[in-house]
């Protein structure tokens, strides 16, 4: 079973930026991508983003496109979630997820999530 840490939420003024780290025990195997989740208070859990950590392929959802950055170090067995020009509809609980591709229902483990706040 694949381990993964969160860390980077917290609170932060609408326009400004934050960076979600998830560490994972390792990649290979049936690790080969990380995707960042949300879930929004009264709203169902939504896809955000996704890397592939074997070729650098990313997704993103709509609503955060030009806004976010995704990247992985490799080296480090972590990925970034950069997320600038936040607004107060980013407000969420994030969690990142271990899968072997960037698909919806592949993911395996989960983070333990990290708050993310915007205050307007």
């Known amino acids: 079973e694949v381990q993964l840490v969160e860390s980077g939420g917290g609170l932060v003024q609408a326009g400004g930026s934050l960076r979600l780290s998830c560490a994972a025990s390792?990649?290979?195997?049936?690790?080969?991508?990380i995707g960042w989740f949300r879930q929004a208070p009264g709203k169902e859990r939504e896809g955000v983003s996704c890397?592939?950590?074997?070729?650098?392929?990313?997704y993103y959802v709509d609503s955060v496109k030009g806004r976010f950055t995704i990247s992985s170090d490799n080296a480090k067995n972590t990925v970034y979630l950069q997320m600038n020009s936040l607004k107060p509809e980013d407000t969420a609980v994030y969690y990142c997820?271990?899968?072997?591709?960037?698909?919806?229902?592949?993911?395996?483990?989960w983070g333990q999530g990290t708050q993310v706040t915007v205050s307007s």
């Open positions: 390792r990649f290979g195997f049936d690790v080969n991508a």
């Open positions: 890397i592939s950590t074997s070729d650098g392929n990313t």
């Open positions: 997820a271990a899968a072997s591709l960037c698909w919806p229902g592949a993911y395996d483990n």
